[in-house]
């Protein structure tokens, strides 16, 4: 398995920009939602955009899973309403990360 990690909801962006500059996409991305400069929710809308600008279909575009130690439903319709695909507690379990993985296993879809 080959990651980034970023600090903050702005170089998250960044690094996602990075990759579709490059015409590369990421099989997960698990966004904090409680970060400094940016937060999760913010950076996910902004990724989305992102998304359009280069031309991601729809289909195609990243699994954002939002990643926070408070997980409510207050907490899950706001990462559903800022375009995240799903919402995990902390902390996760290697299962639950190993499940995510091969559901969104870019290489997998490609065959």
């Given amino acids: 398995m080959e990651y980034e990690s970023c600090l903050d909801g702005l170089e998250a962006i960044e690094k996602v920009e990075e ?65 995240m695909d799903d919402i995990i507690a902390k902390p996760m379990s290697k299962d639950t990360l190993d499940r995510m993985l091969n559901e969104h296993d870019r290489r997998k879809m490609k065959g």
Avoid: T
Avoid at 21 to 45: E, T
Avoid at 48 to 57: A, D, H, N, S, W
């Fill in 19 to 83: 990759y579709l500059s490059k015409r590369k996409m990421f099989d997960i991305v698990l966004m904090d939602l409680y970060m400094p400069n940016m937060n999760g929710y913010n950076a996910s809308k902004k990724i989305r955009e992102l998304e359009k600008k280069y031309g991601i279909k729809e289909s195609n575009r990243l699994y954002i899973c939002g990643y926070s130690s408070q997980v409510s439903l207050a907490v899950e319709k706001k990462c559903f309403d800022h375009e």
